[in-house]
T-cell receptor, first 114, second 113 residues
Framework: SQTIHQWPATLVQPVGSPLSLECTVEGTSNPNLYWYRQAAGRGLQLLFY??????ISSEVPQNLSASRPQDRQFILSSKKLLLSDSGFYLC?????????????FGNGTRLTVT | DAKTTQPPSMDCAEGRAANLPCNHSTISGNEYVYWYRQIHSQGPQYIIHGLKNNETNEMASLIITEDRKSSTLILPHATLRDTAVYYC??????????????FGKGTSLLVTP
């Protein structure tokens, strides 16, 4: 069966520090991968998605970037964190080119920028 | 993708059926209806999805009206662990965003003893 791993679970970082969140998927090949962010009391906002290695699409301009160095690895990064980057970051995957298949989410990383 | 409208909150007594409505009056013929839920501080959990026909799985039932302009998620015997925010999402299966979902604010369901 497929599993998705996301770490760390919680993170406290000072303003201006770099960020690297990692997500890996097991049990499937060539998945579509996604990064979402959820601010306190709000819905989920799609940040990035990837349909293959090295292919990254950004949904909103921001202080963050994403990379996909391997088929089942998705990384969210920032060179210098802002206070507004605080939030709950979720990685998700879906099967490639599969009609109507749902997304499957990891357990998230709660980031607090101080 | 079509927009959805859900009530912001609902209550349900434990052991009773929870019926969560969703309006998607602008849905197009090829758009699927998805339901997810999010328990506090966890990632969203997929519940069920459908296109035209009613669907049932071990978690819930999805009732889609004949004109597909609305749907209802039914939790047949709600438990305290079903307390969560429930999201109704409508999406084309072959969108350019790699099948990403646009989550709204959902319905906060509180199951009471």
């Amino acid at each position: 069966s497929q599993t998705i791993h996301q770490w760390p679970a919680t993170l406290v970082q000072p303003v201006g520090s770099p960020l690297s969140l990692e997500c890996t998927v097991e049990g499937t090949s060539n998945p579509n991968l996604y990064w979402y962010r959820q601010a306190a009391g709000r819905g989920l906002q799609l940040l990035f998605y990837s349909v293959g290695i090295g292919q990254i699409s950004s949904e909103v301009p921001q202080n963050l970037s994403a990379s996909r160095p391997q088929d089942r690895q998705f990384i969210l990064s920032s060179k210098k964190l802002l206070l507004s980057d605080s939030g709950f970051y979720l990685c998700a995957w879906s099967p490639p080119w599969s009609l109507g298949s749902p997304l499957h989410f990891g357990n998230g990383t709660r980031l607090t920028v101080t | 993708d079509a927009k959805t409208t859900q009530p912001p909150s609902m209550d349900c007594a434990e052991g009773r059926a929870a019926n969560l409505p969703c309006n998607h009056s602008t849905i197009s013929g090829n758009e699927y209806v998805y339901w997810y839920r999010q328990i506090h501080s966890q990632g969203p959990q997929y519940i069920i999805h459908g296109l035209k026909n009613n669907e049932t799985n071990e978690m819930a039932s999805l009732i889609i009206t004949e004109d597909r302009k609305s749907s209802t998620l039914i939790l047949p015997h709600a438990t305290l662990r079903d307390t969560a925010v429930y999201y109704c999402i409508v999406r084309l299966p072959n969108s350019n965003s790699g099948y990403a979902l646009n989550f709204g604010k959902g319905t906060s369901l509180l199951v009471t003893p």
